[in-house]
């Protein structure tokens, strides 16, 4: 069966990692502004405090594994009171090597590996909609692993460097969010997948996506009243299940029609309409252009 996640994950197109070390001792703390890209913090030894905005503040330990999808403003520090150093991420340059903060001499308080990367979709805000704004995840050996193999292929020029990354992104994406506990995440794709009435019911949407879906055949596969199913699909997806079906559609249509090796008819019939001109008027209405003219441009 259709994996919604990993559908997710694919239309993202995530690639270009890049990654550095991070330690900290004594009083120090640093204020980033917003990134609007994903990044990652693995924390290698040690612990530290992390606040990103929107968010609770968290104690970060060895172990651990943060995931900003969408990467907000947020601080890092340790744990002395502290006025941050401010750092605009989209103008700093690249550092060389571990980047040290606070104290300069001795043994590190904590030891991190952050980083990040970009996803290519042009439905990326859309898919990262769907996710939690913060992912922190405790203890999973699996993704320390990851970690690992991302440090070490970044930190080196091999042969296949870029496609081995892209991989292992992808990899770590998939850890990272199915190792969160979903039951208290914020309404999105995780928190529906996890829910075990609307679990078939979006499995069913990815896997069938050109059946003429209607409210009343997707409460069925939910076993619930049409009313159940609707109220409890925005409750925890956060948008009505028409709409989170266009959205996917038009998400597929896009990305069949960038690689140009169908028609325009076949892309309707892959994702539900029953004839090229119905497709031509939803796509144009949501996407703002018509298809024929989107896979040209693409």
Not at 20 to 27: L, V
Not at 93 to 111: F, T
């Amino acid at each position: 069966m259709t994996d919604p996640l990993s559908e997710v994950i694919s239309l993202l197109q995530p690639r270009a990692v890049f990654s550095k070390g991070i330690s900290g001792a004594g009083r120090w703390g640093v204020r980033y502004s917003e990134f609007g890209q994903p990044s990652f913090c693995a924390v290698l030894e040690g612990s530290c405090r992390l606040a990103v905005d929107g968010q609770a503040p968290l104690t970060i330990e060895a172990g651990d594994f943060v995931l900003l999808p969408a990467t907000p403003g947020f601080t890092i520090s340790g744990f002395e009171p502290v006025t941050p150093e401010r750092v605009n991420p989209k103008v700093a340059p690249s550092p060389q090597g571990e980047v040290r903060h606070g104290k300069r001499g001795g043994r590190p308080e904590v030891r991190l590996l952050g980083g990040y990367f970009v996803f290519d979709s042009p439905d990326a805000a859309l898919m990262v909609s769907l996710l939690p704004a913060l992912v922190h995840v405790r203890g999973v050996e699996r993704l320390s692993v990851l970690v690992q193999l991302v440090s070490d292929e970044t930190s080196q020029q091999r042969s296949g460097r870029d496609l081995v990354l892209t991989r292992l992104v992808e990899l770590l994406l998939i850890e990272a969010l199915r190792s969160t506990s979903s039951d208290d995440a914020p309404p999105g794709l995780l928190r529906g997948l996890a829910d075990t009435r609307l679990a078939p019911a979006i499995r069913q949407m990815h896997r069938h996506l050109n059946r003429p879906w209607t409210v009343a055949q997707l409460a069925k596969c939910a076993a619930l009243s049409r009313s159940a199913f609707f109220e409890r699909f925005m409750r925890t997806v956060g948008m009505p299940p028409m709409e989170y079906l266009l959205d996917w559609r038009m998400a597929v249509a896009r990305s069949l029609l960038r690689g140009q090796e169908l028609s325009i008819t076949e892309v309707a019939e892959r994702v539900g309409y029953s004839s090229a001109s119905t497709f031509t008027t939803a796509f144009s209405r949501r996407v703002g252009q018509s298809p024929g003219r989107y896979a040209r441009a693409s």
